[in-house]
């Protein structure tokens, strides 16, 4: 079973409960949550990637954190989360032993990670975080 049709399917029936939230405030909604992850999943499809793709996730704690792995896992493709706190040589190491074919890092990670991103990367984005 795949963990995104918990998320696919609270979308449906909880559309407007409460998911996500940041400090004291809601910031998204079950049906917020899983359209995001679904709109995701098409995209990392539309970039070619095919199920068991590997999709690496250096982030720290944030929406777009979940945002990103439920769309992951919506594609089929598995996650490869990495711990934010470990130096740029150290990811670069996880990103080429991973196989990941693309990476979503948070603003500030993505420059601590280019310098040792490796060749089998494909595509690298930064989350834009509001």
């Known amino acids: 079973m795949n963990i995104a049709a918990w998320l696919f ?8 409960a409460p998911a996500a939230g940041q400090g ?3 910031v998204r909604s079950y049906g917020q949550l899983a359209e995001r992850a679904a709109r995701l999943a098409n995209g990392l ?14 982030a720290k704690n944030c929406v777009e954190y979940l945002e990103t792995i439920h769309g992951v ?16 040589r150290e990811l670069g ?5 991973s196989g990941a074919r693309v990476c979503f890092a948070t603003a500030g990670l993505d ?13 690298a984005d930064r ?4």
């Open 9 to 16: 399917r609270a979308g449906l029936s909880h559309r407007h």
């Open 111 to 123: 420059e601590e990670v280019a310098p040792h991103t490796p060749a089998s990367l494909e595509r």
């Open 93 to 97: 190491y996880i990103l080429e032993h």
């Open 127 to 130: 989350h834009r975080l509001g």
């Open 73 to 88: 896992w919506h594609g089929g493709f598995a996650a490869v989360p990495a711990n934010a706190k470990l130096h740029g």
């Open 45 to 58: 499809r539309a970039l070619g990637l095919k199920s068991g793709d590997r999709v690496a996730i250096i």
């Open 24 to 26: 004291p405030r809601i």
